[in-house]
């Protein structure tokens, strides 16, 4: 006998899956991941325990899948460039894409930064490996955009190392941002303010220079 999915029943798994990644990602961003358990993520989505065993596996698959598609989404944000593109356009996209992912993902954002103060024990291999290719690709496209005189001869690696950083730090740190500047949280006016100021500041730091 042939079993089929209904629409219902694949809207059901997407949504159940939705939910406790999303749980998971609260969890471990705030216990990290040996003070999360199962039984805390099933009760922050509001699930059965079995069923988040059953769509996501096992704590630490769940927990390497959460940090996987966290460095998948700020990846993209540099995987198509080229030297024949803008540098200006290309380092302002980096940092608003960023920024916008700080605010629309900040506990990914959290649990990523507690993996690496543990000393990234599940993502040794994906930083010598994967990441150090990445990272070391786009640094040869920003060293051929300074030889041709399109901005300074900065370091790229630290460059890149700037944006993650100060992106960052208005989710990682939020509690002190928000305790020294007097806010409860931070408007859609406060983080047009900040990706201005990031923007303006790191190109000019740059000496990005426009072609058009």
Not at 27 to 56: C, D, M, T, W
Not at 112 to 121: D, K, R, S, W, Y
């Amino acid at each position: 006998m042939t079993t089929t999915t209904t629409p219902d029943v694949t809207r059901v798994r997407l949504r159940n899956q939705r939910v406790i990644l999303e749980a998971a990602e609260w969890v471990f961003a705030r216990h990290g991941y040996r003070g999360a358990s199962i039984q805390a993520i099933a009760e922050a989505a509001g699930l059965p325990k079995s069923n988040v065993l059953y769509y996501a596996g096992s704590k630490r698959e769940l927990y390497v899948a959460l940090l996987e598609r966290m460095m998948s989404r700020w990846n993209a944000m540099l995987d198509d460039i080229s030297v024949d593109d803008e540098p200006a356009e290309v380092i302002e996209g980096f940092i608003r894409s960023k920024m916008a992912l700080t605010r629309s993902h900040p506990q990914g954002s959290r649990l990523f930064a507690a993996e690496i103060l543990q000393g990234a024990p599940f993502l040794q291999e994906y930083l010598r490996g994967e990441l150090r290719d990445w990272v070391e690709s786009r640094a040869r496209v920003f060293e051929q955009w300074a030889q041709r005189g399109l901005m300074d001869a900065v370091d790229p690696v630290w460059l890149i190392f700037l944006v993650w950083s100060a992106t960052q730090h208005y989710a990682d740190f939020e509690a002190q941002v928000l305790g020294i500047t007097d806010r409860s949280s931070l408007a859609d006016d406060d983080y047009r303010s900040i990706t201005d100021f990031l923007c303006r500041v790191i190109l000019k730091g740059c000496g990005v220079v426009s072609r058009r």
